[in-house]
């Protein structure tokens, strides 16, 4: 029997913290997982065909990985994951592993790092041990969020890390509720004028440099400092927390 690990990620753009993130939690999983040959995937296209064109850099869909897998003769396949939440990446990802169940005599796969209420306690406490604000500062994370889907767990988390008594800390979403001026009320109405604002992103890519930090009149940065508050950015994704990598392996392990 001939085993093998794949990891998937969405992707990024930004080289310097791909390399400081995705590839370092790769690095993380493979070292885990020495009876296992490694293989990587990202489920982004538009990144994939833009670093190829962009950097010479070939980087195989999760589709491509399994079939250089089968190629390889691997017949047991762990998949894991770099997914923050079990969203339509994650659905789009275990629709491209069920067609390939008849393919490996054993394929599973780990669950995204907040896939459920013990994940979103374990997330929340590593954040309020790791991300520390300034006593009169408040805490904005900034997610990705599913359109359309369901975004509770954005919510979860927020009560989770107020439950380790971090109650200035709030969690909004760039591409769905609760989005920006849901946050920008709850920043209000706790009487700050200071923010942090970092990514609840695995990378510190394209939404956290501009859509979070960005100088442009659309930026979260821009829109709080019209509100009259100040702000200050941690541009550091949370694949860059060692906490973070180590609960990947852990989920990995207990795959199912």
């Not at 990202?42 to 491509?64: A, F, H, N, V, Y």
């Not at 008849?102 to 599973?108: A, H, P, R």
Request: with cysteine; hydrophobic share 40%.
């Amino acid at each position: 029997m001939k085993k093998a690990l794949l990891a998937v990620s969405f992707g990024t753009s930004f080289n310097d913290t791909r390399e400081k993130t995705i590839d370092v939690i790769e690095r993380d999983l493979a070292v885990a997982f020495p009876d296992r040959a490694f293989y990587r995937a990202w489920t982004s296209k538009i990144i994939t065909e833009k670093l190829k064109e962009r950097d010479g850099c070939c980087i195989d869909m999760p589709q491509e990985a399994l079939e250089r897998m089968k190629k390889d003769g691997v017949t047991d396949v762990l998949v894991q994951p770099t997914f923050i939440i079990p969203g339509l990446e994650f659905e789009y990802l275990k629709e491209k592993i069920s067609v390939y169940e008849k393919e490996f005599d054993s394929i599973k796969m780990g669950r995204s790092l907040v896939g459920s209420r013990d994940d979103a306690a374990e997330v929340a406490g590593i954040i309020a041990r790791d991300i520390r604000t300034d006593d009169d500062e408040a805490l904005v994370l900034m997610g990705h969020g599913v359109f359309n889907g369901n975004n509770a767990v954005y919510l979860d988390l927020e009560k989770a890390i107020h439950d380790h008594g971090y109650e200035r800390a709030f969690i909004g979403t760039v591409e769905a509720e609760p989005g920006l001026e849901d946050v920008q009320k709850k920043v209000k109405n706790s009487g700050t004028k200071k923010v942090l604002l970092t990514p609840l992103l695995i990378v510190s890519g394209d939404h956290a440099n501009n859509d979070m930090a960005g100088d442009g009149d659309d930026s979260w940065a821009t829109a709080f400092r019209r509100e009259g508050i100040e702000v200050r950015c941690l541009l550091k994704g949370l694949g860059e927390y060692k906490a973070i990598r180590e609960m990947f392996k852990k989920h990995a392990k207990e795959a199912k």
